[in-house]
């Protein structure tokens, strides 16, 4: 039989009834999918998905091999480059839900093709406009859109952009998960439809999803604000969840599913809709979901019950997270200024959005690292994967395995070989799977300057322009940066030395700057000087060094270290 072309048509209530809000009940979107799984390449992003994916989806089947294909194979259904094949394989692997995670898994592997289908399905979303908007309400998911903001926000540099009076008009984090729920709202019949297989019967009983196929909406929802805590999604479903293992299970209608979702979704909104109203009339609560965008110079430190750390408004002091410091398995760095920040700790995800000269240092991050909106901004760490977007004068110091990605309108970004360490360094690593023989730190993937989820419109032909790159970092200006002995972590680790292997050229540079400075000593000590003039010799010397502190802002690093 052949596969439909249209969707199926909801069915009347059936199943359950609408599900209560109890937190362990209520569905999420998987954020993950949302904000680090969208790639802005045209030929992914498609104005009907439905109408494109039904046909791919037969010829990806007929390719693969136990529902999984490869990155050729995807390079030859979507018609694009090797280089985006892989780009699509990895970012699809990076958003896998835990329960679906398959570390170490290569490429010769390959993919689902059902999730590759809601991944590709995903890509035609539109990220939530401004709340000043007069359609600020409305899902924008078709692309091209225009927009009230045309060339404003993306006209203002990163910095301009975090301090300008509109900042406080950026969504909240409520804001974006009711947006990207009713967007799943929006398109589920059409996301079921994908998932679904046929059968003979008329109307509603003509599609049926098993548990298999039923398991695939965990790679685009979650129940509880924890998550599935790696139990799957059909055992918190009212359809398979006492299903005997040793028995086939019994295929559910599709329409059944899609009300029962409905109501689901419609609860969870009506939730969103009732904490953010409690909000606004009352006092905030620093544990909430909800945590906005303050102003720079607030500073807010909490934690989110999605299991989401937020630094935010860190402004001119030093600040420290240790792993039992973080609660989750992601954290947000926001909007802060002229600061030391020190993540020392195992993550899965980490966002550093509209942050200004400031030295940040991010422990391991296994799954995906954002870097977006900031100016003048040195980055330090060890990931998987990472992706920069609209930056300016930045340096980022990688341990990678896989290729960093550039997009959006970046100025003057610069990469370099991981410099640092830690005790625990190497411990966090293998938590999450980092591999410290690859590092793709000078391999960087641009791609276009425009990014086609973002709702504010470009003007014509900037969409096709592809982003600056970034430049290496001379070796000759290459040094390490050392994390202070305790702020090293509460326990000792093993790690006594840069755990990435330097290449030769920032290597040679290294031992030179070392040999230099031990002549130097040497020379100082050996200098037939009087005792008057060694000790005017080390005055000088503290005073260069005192207004080197002051002139590069170091010196509150060292009071706040001092301090603490």
């Known amino acids: 039989m052949t596969e439909p072309t249209e969707p199926f048509a909801p069915s009347s209530p059936v199943g359950p009834t609408a599900p209560s809000k109890d937190l362990t009940t209520v569905v999420h979107p998987r954020r993950e999918l949302f904000e680090h799984g969208l790639l802005p390449i045209p030929k992914l992003i498609f104005s009907d998905p439905t109408l494109t994916l039904i046909p791919l989806k037969q010829k990806l089947l007929e390719q693969s091999a136990n529902n999984r294909v490869d990155s050729a194979v995807i390079a030859d259904s979507l018609q694009i480059s090797n280089d985006h094949a892989t780009l699509v394989l990895d970012t699809l692997a990076s958003v896998l839900p835990p329960v679906k995670d398959n570390s170490g898994e290569n490429d010769a592997v390959g993919v689902d093709v059902f999730d590759l289908l809601l991944f590709l399905y995903v890509q035609s979303y539109k990220k939530l406009l401004p709340r000043t908007h007069k359609d600020s309400a409305a899902v924008s998911d078709v692309w091209p859109s225009t927009s009230a903001f045309d060339g404003y926000l993306s006209a203002l540099s990163p910095l301009q952009l975090v301090r300008s009076n509109s900042r406080r008009f950026m969504p909240s984090q409520a804001d974006e998960e009711a947006h990207q729920l009713s967007y799943l709202q929006k398109h589920l019949a059409n996301i079921l439809s994908l998932l679904a297989e046929p059968v003979e019967g008329e109307g509603d009983e003509s599609l049926v999803l098993t548990m298999d196929r039923f398991e695939h909406l965990g790679f685009l929802i979650q129940f509880g604000d924890k998550g599935s805590g790696g139990n799957s999604l059909s055992q918190v479903s009212p359809f398979f969840a006492n299903s005997d293992p040793d028995m086939p299970d019994v295929p559910v209608p599709a329409a059944q599913v899609h009300d029962w979702l409905l109501q689901n979704i419609a609860s969870a909104l009506e939730y969103i809709s009732e904490r953010t109203s409690s909000k606004e009339n009352g006092p905030g609560n620093a544990s909430d979901q909800d945590v906005a965008m303050t102003d720079a110079c607030a500073v807010k430190v909490s934690t989110g ?246 002139a590069s802002g170091n010196i509150r690093q060292l009071y706040c270290l001092l301090g603490e």
Request: charged share 20%; with cysteine.
């Open 305 to 550: 019950t999605r299991g989401t750390s937020f630094i935010e408004g860190i402004s001119k002091s030093s600040y420290v997270k240790h792993a039992s410091d973080i609660k989750g398995s992601s954290i947000k760095v926001l909007n802060c200024q002229e600061s030391a920040i020190y993540i020392l700790a195992p993550l899965r995800y980490a966002t550093v959005y509209g942050c200004s000269d400031a030295t940040i240092v991010l422990g391991a991050v296994g799954k995906a690292v954002r870097i977006e909106h900031c100016e003048r901004v040195h980055v330090i760490v060890a990931a998987k994967r990472i992706c920069i977007a609209n930056c300016r004068e930045c340096v980022f110091f990688l341990g990678v395995n896989q290729r960093p990605l550039v997009i959006g309108d970046n100025h003057k970004l610069q990469v370099a070989p991981y410099n640092t360490f830690y005790s625990q360094l190497e411990e966090h690593m293998n938590e999450v799977g980092i591999l410290p023989t690859v590092n793709r730190w000078d391999e960087p993937l641009a791609l276009g300057m425009v990014d086609h989820h973002d709702s504010l419109s470009h003007p014509a032909g900037v969409s096709d322009v592809q982003a600056e790159s970034a430049t290496r970092v001379d070796p000759d200006q290459f040094t390490n940066f050392v994390i202070p002995n305790w702020l090293g972590g509460e326990s000792t680790g093993y790690t006594e030395n840069n755990p990435f292997t330097l290449p030769d050229a920032y290597m040679a540079s290294q031992l030179r700057n070392q040999k230099n400075l031990g002549e130097i000593r040497q020379l100082l000590r050996e200098a037939p000087l009087e005792e008057s003039r060694k000790k005017e010799l080390s005055s000088a010397l503290h005073v260069y060094f005192k207004d080197w502190l002051y």
